[in-house]
């Protein structure tokens, strides 16, 4: 595995997901209270042994720059290993990323610099937990070009996904980019299912930068590793199939693409109930994330002595349940439940305050809101179509900073922490500095 060096693409703007991604990147969302998206290769990247890892930052990269810095600066650079992050160079062409391939392509110094024979190609928005030592040996004991790792689906989700052919030596003949349902080839292995691509992409390191010089020349590429760069190498490259589905261990064949509200909602869910789909509890293969300076949970009774209960949910540190209750539910860290307030199947980010007698039912609530008491919100969704909040088409409904009756968190209530203004003589020359600058 020291000879794999990592890429993780990881700028993507999240579009839609909305109002999640007001102030992030999609990677750097939260997800499952304590942890952002971004945690969940990059712990499936340390538990397999790749040591050398390169993130590649975009749009509004700031609050994943500082996550990174805080949760994943800890490999020992004396050894080669390390976690960096790399923002758009503009060195190869003097544009923004123009698609995946370009994204690497724009980085294609690094790579060379770092000298490995492998490169592993990642995105850093999925949700999964999967072993690359397993994809790597294969890759290697074949002798192939590229690799790419592979999940079965159900013909009907073929549309959102790269659609993969293979032969009985699990040769790569064939690859669709989303094809309508109805036509998407099936797979050798489960003529009822179909194998989907994961954008999980093992190259050997010559065959790489090849294919990112040539597609980078032609100017009718969209520049993707999906559209473009993998349909050219079939036939002219050993391409082969890794079907994560047959790897051992927990959660498997277990893989979302997080890229809608949707998505994310679901995602979360299946943290939960007796047996998760997803568990963040697997000793064996545990996810690592930047823990913050919190109070534990803390479950109180209210003045009329109503208890504050928690139930099939995942609560975070400096959260405080005081008198009401929270069943199946996310609960990010320095979240505020007051007395008689009942919170369902949702999930809250982090420094949210709910109001005493509020009912919150299927919705995702943005960070640093407070909800007023007696709010209600997807309980009656034809009363929250009339209220103007977004729905999604799930059925979710989605508070954050633009919805009607919300406002935003500026007290340092029960569980949240206050940010500490700069003083005055520190902040005025900057703010005049800053001015300066903008009228030049």
């Not at 391939?101 to 850093?124: C, F, G």
């Not at 919100?377 to 009363?383: I, P, Q």
């Not at 409904?397 to 203004?421: C, D, I, K, N, Q």
């Amino acid at each position: 595995m020291h000879e794999v060096l990592t890429v993780l693409l990881a700028g993507g703007a999240g579009e839609r997901l909305g109002p999640l991604t007001r102030e992030h990147c999609k990677p750097a969302i939260p997800f499952g209270g304590i942890y952002r998206l971004v945690d969940i290769p990059l712990s499936n990247c340390i538990n397999s042994g790749l040591y050398r890892i390169c993130v590649l930052t975009q749009h509004k990269a700031l609050s994943l720059n500082r996550h990174i810095r805080q949760a994943w600066h800890f490999l020992p650079p004396e050894l080669g290993a390390f976690v960096e992050t790399l923002p758009p160079m503009r060195r190869n062409r003097d544009t923004w990323y123009l698609g995946t391939a370009d994204a690497v392509y724009q980085n294609m110094a690094t790579i060379i610099d770092e000298a490995a024979p492998y490169t592993l190609i990642l995105a850093a928005d999925h949700v999964y937990k999967m072993d690359y030592r397993e994809m790597v040996a294969q890759h290697v004991r074949l002798n192939a070009d590229v690799t790419l790792a592979t999940i079965h689906i159900d013909p009907r989700e073929a549309n959102r996904f790269g659609i993969v052919t293979t032969n009985d030596q699990q040769q790569v003949i064939a690859f669709a980019e989303k094809p309508p349902a109805g036509q998407a080839p099936r797979s050798r292995v489960d003529p009822t299912r179909c194998m989907a691509s994961l954008g999980i992409y093992l190259f050997s390191t010559p065959i790489l930068l090849a294919a990112l010089v040539e597609d980078a020349a032609d100017l009718h590429s969209g520049h993707d590793f999906g559209h473009d760069v993998l349909p050219r190498l079939l036939g002219t490259c050993s391409v082969r199939a890794y079907d994560l589905s047959a790897q051992p261990g927990a959660a498997v064949g277990y893989w979302r693409d997080v890229g809608t509200l949707d998505a994310y909602f679901d995602a979360n869910m299946d943290l939960l109930g007796r047996r998760p789909r997803f568990t963040l509890h697997d000793v064996d293969w545990p996810l690592r994330a930047a823990m913050p300076a919190l109070p534990p949970a803390r479950f109180a009774f209210a003045d009329d002595g109503e208890p504050g209960t928690a139930v099939d949910s995942l609560v975070s540190s400096g959260c405080v349940v005081e008198g009401g209750r929270v069943t199946h539910c996310v609960l990010s860290p320095s979240v505020n439940v007051k007395s008689h307030s009942l919170v369902e199947e949702s999930v809250v980010l982090s420094h949210v305050s709910i109001g005493h007698k509020c009912h919150l039912r299927r919705c995702i609530v943005a960070e640093h809101l407070t909800i007023p008491d007696g709010f209600v919100a997807g309980v009656r969704l034809a009363d929250d179509q009339r209220a103007g909040h977004y729905i999604t088409d799930g059925g979710v409904v989605v508070l954050h900073a633009e919805s009607p009756g919300l406002g935003r968190l500026t007290s340092s209530a029960p569980g949240h922490t206050a940010r500490v203004p700069l003083p005055v003589t520190l902040r005025e020359p900057a703010l005049a500095r800053v001015a300066t600058t903008s009228d030049r």
